[in-house]
């Protein structure tokens, strides 16, 4: 257990018998010398700090701003056993600081979601259930003619982590893909055609939304693109809920003419009489795409296995590029 390199915890810690569960631990505590009972939850006052070379955070971690960074003199990396490091690490820490992130662990339940509400989609699931519920019968044998997934367009809006997942997990099925990101040169590669967003939402039969919160891209869904949607089009949002006008989504999922699968929403969570809860046009889930319940262990293992690699001198294999930061996932 010697020459391990001293360590500190740095989250809620609620989280942290999911992510770290007992062998995932041994493995940490093996290259590092943390305390899992010694968790910073923020930081003013905190001795141990001062000793620390890596931080291991998660969720609810507090921000390493500037004062925080002068009191930890020997911190030179950073864990973090979750997705966006955007508001952890203050401009000033990127000078200094190796980040790395288990943004891409985090990214693939949000895109298995993704591809599970798109197929379901395509296959009229969603409204179908609704009829079903309603008259508690159907025709057997009777063959729905506007739904299923042969051909079916789906428009990606956002290259992102997920966005890349999604685009990957879309291969093997029979769909036309659409990809619509401003800093996407080209897209076959991707196994989508490049378009921009105005073109897509016109011609997506399914328009999946991975693009980054940003300013640039709040209310990227507006009025005038919500209604440009086909009639039967469905919108999923598993990114956030700013970057669709929910007032304008609303109304137009009350002419009955579109559908959406909303895990994220703005406000979030929605009021209690938002419509969006009683709309059968709506399968809303309350922002339970990320990683849940055993897949927080998949984000532990990515950052278990960063601290080996750390320990063994070798490069991170996710650290962050500060200055893409800002438009990961």
Do not use: C
Request: hydrophobic share 50%; no cysteine.
């Amino acid at each position: 257990m010697a020459d391990r390199l001293p360590a500190l915890f740095a989250m809620d810690p609620v989280h942290l018998p999911g992510l770290f569960p007992a062998p995932l631990m041994r493995r940490l505590r093996a290259v590092l010398d943390i305390d899992p009972s010694l968790i910073a939850e923020r930081y003013e006052d905190f001795g141990p700090l001062a000793d620390a070379e890596v931080i291991v955070s998660g969720w609810g971690a507090p921000k390493l701003d500037a004062a925080v960074l002068g009191r930890a003199p020997r911190l030179h990396t950073v864990l973090h056993a979750a997705g966006s490091v955007k508001p952890l690490v203050a401009d000033a820490g990127w000078e200094r600081l190796a980040v790395s992130s288990a943004a891409d662990a985090n990214a693939l339940p949000v895109a298995e979601y993704a591809l599970a509400a798109i197929l379901l989609a395509g296959k009229g699931i969603f409204e179908l259930r609704e009829a079903f519920r309603a008259e508690r019968s159907f025709e057997l044998g009777y063959i729905h003619p506007a739904v299923g997934n042969f051909g079916r367009t789906v428009g990606v809006v956002g290259a992102s982590r997920i966005g890349r997942r999604v685009l990957e997990l879309l291969r093997p099925f029979d769909f036309r893909v659409l990809l619509a990101d401003p800093y996407v040169d080209a897209a076959e590669d991707l196994g989508a055609e490049l378009v921009d967003l105005d073109r897509l939402v016109a011609e997506a039969d399914i328009v999946s939304l991975h693009a980054p919160d940003l300013a640039e891209t709040a209310g990227l869904l507006n009025a005038e693109r919500l209604a440009a949607l086909k009639d039967g089009a469905v919108v999923i949002n598993t990114a956030r809920g700013r970057l669709v006008d929910t007032g304008a989504l609303i109304r137009e999922l009350a002419t009955g003419r579109i559908s959406a699968v909303l895990d994220v929403t703005e406000p979030e969570p929605l009021p209690q009489d938002s419509p969006l809860f009683t709309l059968p046009n709506v399968f809303l889930t309350p922002h339970v795409a990320g990683s849940q319940g055993n897949e927080l262990a998949r984000m532990g293992l990515y950052i278990v296995e960063e601290a080996e690699r750390l320990a063994a001198g070798r490069p991170l294999a996710h650290r962050v590029d500060g200055d893409l930061r800002w438009r990961q996932a």
